[in-house]
């Protein structure tokens, strides 16, 4: 049988099943099965599942779990998280409670602008290309009238378009380069939109326009989030000692690539959980943060961390585009119930706290990684996935949990346990 297919989309459903079943399953029963138990019951959300994506066929899901007692700039937010991983959210509710006693997070939002790009190639002289563009400018902005119309009375719009010359690097190249507010929206829909109106106006028989896209590179769309404590109140014991051993982390993580890799991967196991549990846009989160990291020509840290004056200060600084309207925030009903939860925040208020949530991971993860090492509290919670994955029942959990109470959990100690206990009874 052809493992390839075509008018695959005009197929109903089951029809879909049934291809995939024949043609990919080893067992078409079990296979059918797990995908029929993860349809939703409730028809009409299966529907609206179904409209977001093309050629669905069930859902598939991830934890969705919640972090309290965040105090942000005075007010306290339970955060929702949507991740696999074990210990993320066991980690930000540790810190999120540590630094409630230790005077909270305080966050800032210092910019809002977002960018999206015309580029096109043009053989003749700049300085004609640069007279047509200045004489155009104002018709380029009048071409999208109708689509900025309610973005400009919510105080958003285009703030400026700029004509850039990249020829030094692309034989040809140019681009126009605008700049937008997109108020609660991320603003992706919107952006396009207005750059295709500009290049429809500004394309003649000259320039030729090879793509009009928004970028996901916001590095003017950035939100600071920082904590800071006496060093004497970083911990019971020797706290000078783990304060300066915790900032020579972070300046690990400035220098060697490595390890900035990993620590802003721990950065990002909070960031993503919660852009994802609010129905954002995570591919463009990440990739937008990461772009940011290498702003310097080197992969760094996107945290920092110093002690000055007995003060221990830590902090980040991301690019955030997120909304808080628009795309699935309001149709993905626990999107729509996680800024709920958050208190129906604006889009500004998200940034803040969602930077807040990459913070405190990687906050937990080297305190963690400076003290008793990781492997400690991520296998203490990643016990249960070990015991599942060895089939252990609801009786031997009990047991091994508290057998291992207390000693570092590896899967082969886990194993270990199981066998014997098994073995003895
Ligand atoms: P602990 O001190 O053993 O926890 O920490 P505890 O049992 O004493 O409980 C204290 C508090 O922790 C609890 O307070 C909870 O807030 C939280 P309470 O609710 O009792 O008032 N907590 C939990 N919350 C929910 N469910 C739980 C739970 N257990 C504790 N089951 C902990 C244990 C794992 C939190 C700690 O060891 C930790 O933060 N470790 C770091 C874990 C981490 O960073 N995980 C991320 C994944 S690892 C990774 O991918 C990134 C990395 O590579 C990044 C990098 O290298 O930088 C590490």
Redesign the pocket.
């Known amino acids: 049988m052809s493992k390839t297919v075509s008018g695959f989309s005009k197929f109903t459903r089951e029809e879909k099943v049934n291809w995939l079943a024949n043609n990919y399953f080893t067992n078409v029963n079990e296979g059918v099965a797990t995908l029929n138990q993860y349809l939703n019951h409730n028809k009409k959300l299966q529907q609206l599942h179904d409209e977001f994506i093309e050629n669905t066929i069930t859902n598939f899901y991830v934890p969705y779990?919640i972090?309290?007692?965040f105090i942000i700039n005075g007010k306290t937010y339970a955060i929702p998280m949507a991740i696999e991983?074990?210990?993320?959210?066991?980690?930000?509710?540790?810190?999120?409670?540590y630094w409630s006693t230790r005077g909270g997070f305080k966050t800032k939002v210092i910019s809002t602008t977002k960018v999206g790009q015309v580029h096109f190639m043009y053989e003749k002289n700049f300085e004609e290309l640069y007279t047509y563009f200045k004489e155009i400018k104002t018709q380029l902005i009048e071409a999208t009238d109708s689509i900025t119309n309610n973005m400009r009375k919510r105080g958003g719009g285009i703030t400026d378009i700029e004509l850039r010359n990249k020829t030094s690097e692309l034989k040809n190249y140019y681009q126009l380069h605008v700049t937008f507010e997109t108020a609660d929206s991320m603003g992706a829909n919107f952006i396009n939109s207005c750059l295709e109106a500009i290049a429809n106006a500004f394309k003649n028989k000259d320039i030729k326009i090879v793509m009009s896209i928004l970028s996901n590179y916001v590095p003017d769309c950035l939100v600071r989030a920082e904590v800071s404590c006496k060093v004497e109140d970083f911990f019971t014991e020797n706290s000078e000692y783990y304060a300066q051993k915790f900032v020579e982390?972070v300046q690990i993580?400035n220098i060697e690539p490595y390890?900035a890799v990993?620590?802003?991967?721990?950065?990002m196991?909070g960031i993503d959980a919660v852009v994802l549990a609010t129905g954002n846009d995570f591919r463009a989160v990440a990739a937008g943060a990461h772009a940011y990291a290498s702003r310097s020509g080197k992969y760094k840290s996107l945290t920092n961390a110093k002690i000055e004056n007995g003060i221990f200060h830590f902090w980040i600084e991301i690019p955030l585009s997120l909304g808080t309207v628009g795309g699935l925030t309001k149709l993905h009903p626990l999107a729509k119930l996680s800024l709920e939860i958050l208190q129906n925040p604006s889009a500004k208020e998200l940034m803040q706290i969602i930077a807040v949530a990459g913070l405190t991971?990687?906050f937990?993860?080297?305190?963690?990684?400076t003290t008793?090492g990781?492997q400690?509290?991520?296998m203490?919670?990643h016990l249960m996935n070990i015991l599942n994955q060895l089939e252990a029942n609801l009786h031997e959990k009990e047991i091994i949990i508290k057998e291992l109470k207390g000693k570092t959990v590896t899967h082969n100690a886990v194993a270990e346990a199981l066998h014997k206990l098994r073995t003895h009874n």
């Open positions: 779990a972090a309290p007692n991983e074990s210990s993320v959210v066991a980690a930000a509710s540790l810190v999120s409670k982390a993580a390890r990993t620590h802003n991967k721990g950065i196991n991971q990687n937990a993860a080297l305190k963690a990684l008793t990781i400690q509290g991520h203490k919670m």
